[in-house]
């Protein structure tokens, strides 16, 4: 009997061990599997490319690649914009990736003028601490304009808005929408921004005729009600009502 019980509690074991290692098996081969299913999105042709082709958008199609099988010099699906209208140096057979290396220059690099919107302009003002904030505004800020200067006797200032909510493009090298250099210049010479050409005229001829003074917006959530707040207290102490 006592013979018995031990050969059961070994078979159990050995159950157990045996069932242990089974599973580990199946796990090692599903992440295999999982690994070598994995599939990421690149371009390739749909056509046979010859040396010196003008690749045109419907040359281009995304297809799904074996991820060990990309290379970082494969382009994106994202990235068709930049190579539609592109010469390639090499031939491409129909099927196969398109890679940054077929192009003489390599991936494309944007220009800062593309940022411009149709219908918009970019106007740069010298940078000074006082007038333009240039130390307290980041690219993508929003400002209002405000332009001073005396009066035909020299005797009062006059103060206007001449634009409100006007984005800051860029502040020295910075732009928006890219990172941040770390060989930023100490003092920017210039403020970057984006307008229309009614602003961008009325900034110019501001600027030729007194100073130009940057009204900085907040991008707190809490500016809002700071903003609402102030103008509470400032009517409450204009009227009166307040000590």
Request: net charge negative; charged share 20%; with cysteine.
């Amino acid at each position: 009997m006592k013979r018995n019980s031990i050969l059961i509690i070994a078979s159990c074991l050995i159950g157990l061990i045996t069932a242990s290692a089974y599973s580990s098996r199946i796990r090692h081969l599903r992440d295999e599997i999982t690994r070598f299913s994995e599939k990421i999105p690149i371009l390739t042709v749909s056509r046979n490319i010859k040396a010196g082709e003008t690749l045109e958008a419907e040359d281009l199609e995304g297809t799904l690649f074996q991820k060990e099988q990309v290379s970082g010099r494969t382009v994106s699906p994202e990235d068709v914009e930049l190579i539609v209208g592109r010469r390639v140096i090499h031939p491409v057979p129909a099927r196969d990736p398109i890679l940054w290396t077929d192009f003489p220059e390599g991936p494309r690099v944007q220009h800062p003028s593309e940022m411009i919107p149709t219908g918009y302009r970019v106007i740069a003002l010298p940078a000074d601490e006082t007038h333009t904030l240039v130390h307290f505004i980041s690219p993508g800020d929003t400002v209002d304009i405000v332009s001073s200067t005396f009066e035909s006797s020299g005797d009062r200032l006059i103060s206007r808005l001449i634009a409100e909510n006007i984005v800051v493009l860029g502040v020295g090298s910075q732009l928006k929408g890219q990172p941040d250099s770390s060989d930023a210049e100490g003092f920017p010479l210039s403020v970057t921004l984006l307008v229309n050409p009614e602003y961008a005229l009325a900034i110019l001829r501001a600027s030729q005729t007194g100073a130009i003074h940057f009204l900085a917006r907040g991008s707190s959530p809490f500016a809002g009600i700071y903003d609402q707040n102030n103008r509470t207290a400032a009517a409450e102490r204009l009227s009166g009502t307040t000590p």
